[in-house]
């Protein structure tokens, strides 16, 4: 194949919309993953990608181990020539858009997935139409595994919907001025952490 010197300096003119079209995309991406992290918050979820296969297998500490299908989560708009003529505007609404309903079904999937894998192992908690406070929140400190690190317990995380915030900022804020309260989750975090230790050793005794 010949190529002309008229050509060459043609190819160099052109812009490259190859590269413009992977920095837009790129771009386009790290908006939508900013908006999905603000809309579902700073939970503290392992992540890992999976580059092929359509099937999930998780293994458990316990041995056991769950095999599930890979879950589709996508998200559409439709923009008309006219609303492009009128402006960037409506690209940037259509990518917020997007990104609200990624996140809105991302976190539908999470709870259900909550809801089934804690009323198999058995740490779902009934509270019967009960309002949230500090007793409700010990009894859910009762039904799960907390870990330590260097004797500091990690805490997991409290997700409510916003209506309830400021109901649950008030309770947080009594209960720890509440020495009976406090003597309680006290007690609750000793046999917490006696039970990391045995699990510990049990796992050091494995390994």
Known sequence: MVTTIAERKAEQMLPNFSNLQKKISQKITDLVKERVQEKTGQLSIPKCIVHEGDKLGVAYENGEEE?????????SVFITKEQLLEGIDIVKQSIVTIADQLADKQMKMLFQKLKETTEKSGNALDAGGRKFSADLLCEMLE??????CNGIPQMPSLVMHPDMMKNASEVLLAAERDPE???????????????????????????
């Open 143 to 148: 039904k799960v595994e907390i870990d330590f």
């Open 181 to 207: 309260m406090q003597l309680r989750h006290r007690d609750i975090l000793k046999r917490k952490k006696e039970e990391w230790d045995a699990r510990e050793s049990s796992r050091k005794l494995v390994d």
């Open 67 to 75: 095999i599930s299908d890979l879950k589709l989560i996508d998200a």
